[in-house]
């Protein structure tokens, strides 16, 4: 028999605070594979190898081309307000001596939010990358493994990103934040014969 839970009753909001509590408790390890989105705590899907191997390939570009003037964090957590601590894939963050050991990014902190899509790419543009625009980040990337293109998404408000630009394998991926390359070098392209 299947039991029917009461929907109408209050559901408990986990603050980033309590988040981490589990964590200290024992009830959650620092390993497993969950973020804090508005509250709830969200299992990540695993990494498999080509998103693992174009994280890489983005965050070895941004290196290239930012330098030491900034950080690049991979799959480590941003605080957004109280009550959300997603883990993007990439954040490219304000260079900090101490590297983030006493608390987290905060968005003031964060140039580029990017999350990269291979099984969660609705999730991502849905869920993720207006959650970054409520809190301000300037920039954040839904890379789309299946499409082999990156959206960008820039001007950020409450309502979520007013400005989306999808670049292609032909295209140079522009930034504010970055020189122009091409986005090619972002995903594992056969070369044609």
């Not at 968005?107 to 991502?124: G, L």
């Amino acid at each position: 028999m299947t039991e029917i839970i009461n929907t109408s009753l209050p559901i408990y909001s986990f603050s980033v605070a309590s988040y981490h509590k589990l964590v200290d408790a024992g009830i959650l390890k620092e390993d497993e594979r969950v973020e804090l989105i508005e509250g709830k705590i969200i299992t990540m899907s695993p990494i498999r190898s080509p998103h693992a191997a174009c994280v890489e390939r983005l965050g070895y570009i941004l290196k290239q081309s930012l330098g030491k003037d900034v950080q690049i964090r991979a799959q480590n957590p941003i605080t957004l307000g109280t009550h959300s601590e997603p883990e993007p894939d990439l954040a490219v963050v304000v260079f900090k001596k101490d590297f983030y050991e006493d608390a987290h990014p905060v968005p003031k902190d964060v140039f580029i939010a990017i999350e990269v899509s291979q099984s969660t790419e609705k999730y991502d543009r849905d869920t993720k990358m207006p959650l970054y625009a409520k809190y301000g980040i300037a920039e954040s990337w839904l890379v789309n493994l299946n499409k082999k293109e990156i959206e960008v998404y820039r001007n950020p408000s409450t309502e979520g990103y007013t400005s989306i630009t999808v670049f292609g394998l032909k295209d140079k991926l522009k930034s504010g934040f970055l020189n122009p390359f091409s986005v090619k070098r972002a995903f594992k392209v056969k070369k044609s014969k």
